[in-house]
C-alpha cells in the first residue's frame, strides 16, 4: 500500500489572506487622504503620514475592534487648523509645534478619561448635533479647498463670510490649468464611485504624478518635500494667557474625535455581533494621539470613510491594520519622491470628494419626519457657518444641552385613571374612557423630577388637587425619577405638609430602590415607609380605596 502524501498546509489561514487582501486595499486611500489631511490642518505634509503610522499601529496591537482604521480625520484637521490659527497666528513653524502640543496634550486627556472610565463621554455630543456639524464642517472644508483647486493663495480662518469674500476677491487670478487639472480629478472620483473595483483617489494621484513635469511650469503647485524625520524640539507649552483656549481646543478634538471613533467603531460592533469595550478605546486613541502628537503628527481617530473601507474590502482581524501600516510603510520608502510630486489640485479634489459625502441632506430627513431635533441640527449648521468651527462645535453642543434642559424643566404632569377592567393606569386626558378611583388622585410627573423642574411640578399637583376637591388621598407615581437631588426632596416634603394641612393622605407608587432608600433615610413625617411600598400605581390606589372604606365603617 502507498502511503498518502499529506495535505499541503495553506501558506496563510483564509483569515489573515483576507486581513492581507484589506490592508493592501485600504493603504492606497489613507496615504492621499493623510498627505491631503495635513493641508486643511495647515500643516506640513509629513504630519498626516506620520499621524497615520502612529494610529494604525497603536490600534492594531491595543485596540478592540476588527475594523477602525484609525489615521487622520478631516474634522479633526480642521478643528485643529481652527485652534492652531488662533493661538499662533499663521507663522507655519509656530503653528506646527503648537499643534504638535496641542496633539499631545489631547492625548493627555484621552488617557485621563480612560483611565476615569468615562467611555460614554461620546454621548455629550447629540446625533443631530452631530450631522448638523459635519454638515457644516464639510462646507467650510470644501470653501478652505478651493484655493488649492483653483491655484490661488491660501485663505485664513474659518469664518465663512469671510472666506468668500476673501474667494471672490480673488476670482480674477484663478489659475486656468490649476482648476482644470482639480475639476478633472473631482469628477473622476465621482465616477469612479459607480465603478466599485476602481478606486478613485489613487488612479487621480497615479495620473497626477505621471503628468507633474508638465503641470509645472504651467503654475501647477505641487505637494513638496515630505521630511518624515523632521527636527524634533520639545513641546511648547501654552502661556499664561493660552491656558483656556488650550483646554477648549483639548476639549473639541477629544469629543470630536471620539464622537466619530466611537460612531464608527459601534456601528460595525452592532453589524457584526462584537462587544464594545468603550474604556479600552479611549486609552488606545490617547496612547496613539500622544506618540503622534510626540513625533508632530495630527489628531487620530476611527474615521468612518476608512473603517468602511477596511470592513468592505473583508478584513477579519486588526492585522489588517497593521499590514496597511506596513504597505505605507514600503510605499514611503520606495515612492516618497513621487508622492512630493502630487499636485496640489488633486489633493483638494481628494478633499473635497471625502467630504461631499457629507453634504447629502436625506440625512436629516429623520427629524423632518419625526418632527424631532429639527432645531438642534439646524442650529448646529449655522452655528459652523457662523461662529467658525471649534466655536460652532462648541455652542451647538451648549445649544442642545439647553434644550434639554428646556424640555426637562417644562413642568408636565398627568392624572392617571383606570382603563376598563385592566390593571392600567393611563393619562384621562389621552384616554378619556379611563375611570378615575372615586376619592384617589393619581398625579404622574411626565419627566424626571430634578431642581429645575420640581418647585414648577409640585405647583400643578396642589392646582389638579384644588381640582379635585373631596380626595382624601394622592397618589404621587414617581416611575420617571430614577433618583432625586435635595431640591426635589424639599419641594417633596413642602407638598406632603401642604396635604396634611388639608387631611389629605399621600402615597407614592412606582418608586426605584434607589429613590425608596432616599425617603427612608430622608424619613419625611407625612411620608413613613409604609407609603412607600406600594410597588404599582394599581396597589398604591386599591389600598387608599380600602383605608377610606375601613374608615367610613368605623365611623
Not at 255 to 270: D, K, N, Q, V
Not at 473 to 478: A, E, F, G, K, Y
Not at 487 to 497: G, I
Amino acid at each position: 500500500m502507498s502511503a498518502t502524501a499529506p495535505t499541503p498546509k495553506p501558506i496563510l489561514r483564509p483569515g489573515l489572506l483576507l486581513d492581507v487582501i484589506a490592508g493592501l486595499s485600504v493603504a492606497g486611500l489613507l496615504l492621499p487622504e493623510a498627505v491631503a489631511y495635513s493641508g486643511i490642518a495647515g500643516l506640513p505634509p509629513q504630519a498626516g503620514v506620520i499621524a497615520l503610522f502612529a494610529g494604525l499601529i497603536c490600534y492594531g496591537l491595543l485596540g478592540r475592534s476588527r475594523y477602525a482604521i484609525v489615521s487622520a480625520t478631516s474634522s479633526s484637521a480642521a478643528v485643529l487648523a481652527a485652534g492652531t490659527l488662533a493661538l499662533a497666528g499663521p507663522d507655519g513653524a509656530t503653528r506646527a509645534a503648537v499643534a504638535a502640543t496641542m496633539v499631545l496634550l489631547t492625548g493627555g486627556c484621552f488617557l485621563i478619561a480612560g483611565a476615569a472610565r468615562l467611555g460614554g463621554l461620546s454621548h455629550m455630543i447629540a446625533r443631530p448635533v452631530l450631522r448638523g456639524f459635519t454638515f457644516g464642517l464639510a462646507a467650510v472644508i470644501a470653501l478652505k479647498q478651493l484655493p488649492n483647486l483653483s491655484g490661488l493663495p491660501p485663505l485664513r480662518g474659518d469664518f465663512v463670510p469671510l472666506l468668500l469674500a476673501g474667494l471672490l476677491r480673488s476670482f480674477g487670478r484663478i489659475q486656468p490649468y490649476a482648476i482644470g487639472v482639480g475639476v478633472a480629478a473631482l469628477l473622476l472620483q465621482f465616477l469612479c464611485e459607480r465603478l466599485r473595483r476602481v478606486p478613485g483617489s489613487l488612479l487621480v494621484i497615479v495620473l497626477g504624478i505621471a503628468a507633474s513635469g508638465w503641470f509645472g511650469p504651467h503654475g501647477v503647485a505641487l505637494t513638496g518635500t515630505i521630511d518624515l524625520v523632521p527636527t524634533w524640539v520639545l513641546p511648547v507649552w501654552p502661556r499664561t494667557d493660552q491656558w483656556l483656549p488650550s483646554i477648549e481646543l483639548a476639549a473639541g478634538l477629544l469629543l470630536i474625535l471620539y464622537a466619530e471613533s466611537y460612531g464608527s467603531i459601534r456601528a460595525f460592533a452592532l453589524k457584526h455581533g462584537e462587544r464594545v469595550d468603550a474604556n479600552r478605546d479611549l486609552l488606545v486613541l490617547g496612547l496613539a494621539n500622544a506618540l503622534s502628537g510626540l513625533l508632530h503628527g495630527m489628531p487620530v481617530g476611527a474615521g468612518y470613510s476608512g473603517t468602511s473601507a477596511n470592513e468592505a474590502a473583508g478584513a477579519r482581524s486588526r492585522a489588517a491594520g497593521l499590514v496597511a501600516a506596513a504597505v505605507l510603510l514600503l510605499l514611503v520608502a520606495l515612492l516618497l519622491r513621487w508622492i512630493e510630486r502630487i499636485p496640489l489640485p488633486v489633493l483638494a479634489a481628494i478633499v473635497i470628494h471625502a467630504v461631499s459625502k457629507s453634504w447629502r441632506l436625506s440625512a436629516f430627513r429623520p427629524y423632518m419626519q419625526w418632527k424631532r431635533d429639527r432645531l438642534v441640527a439646524l442650529a448646529a449648521v449655522l452655528a459652523v457657518l457662523a461662529l467658525g468651527i471649534l466655536n460652532g462645535l462648541l455652542a451647538a453642543i451648549a445649544f442642545s444641552l439647553v434644550m434639554l434642559l428646556r424640555q426637562l424643566a417644562t413642568p408636565r404632569i398627568s392624572v392617571l385613571g383606570r382603563l376598563g377592567d385592566s390593571h392600567d393606569y393611563v393619562s384621562v386626558e389621552s384616554h378619556p374612557q379611563a375611570l378615575e378611583p372615586a376619592g384617589v388622585l393619581i398625579l404622574r410627573p411626565e419627566q424626571p423630577l430634578f431642581f429645575a423642574n420640581a418647585e414648577a411640578v409640585m405647583t400643578l399637583a396642589r392646582q389638579q388637587v384644588e381640582a379635585h376637591a373631596g380626595s382624601h388621598t394622592v397618589v404621587l407615581s414617581l416611575e420617571e425619577s430614577p433618583d432625586l437631588d435635595s431640591t426635589v426632596l424639599e419641594a417633596l416634603a413642602d407638598f406632603s405638609a401642604w396635604l396634611d394641612a388639608r387631611a389629605i393622605s399621600l402615597r407614592v407608587a412606582r418608586l426605584k430602590d434607589v429613590v425608596r432608600l432616599l425617603l427612608l433615610r430622608a424619613a419625611l413625617p407625612q411620608l413613613p415607609a409604609s407609603a412607600l411600598d406600594f410597588w404599582s400605581v394599581e396597589d398604591a390606589a386599591t389600598a387608599s380605596v380600602d383605608a377610606a372604606t375601613t374608615r367610613g365603617s368605623g365611623s
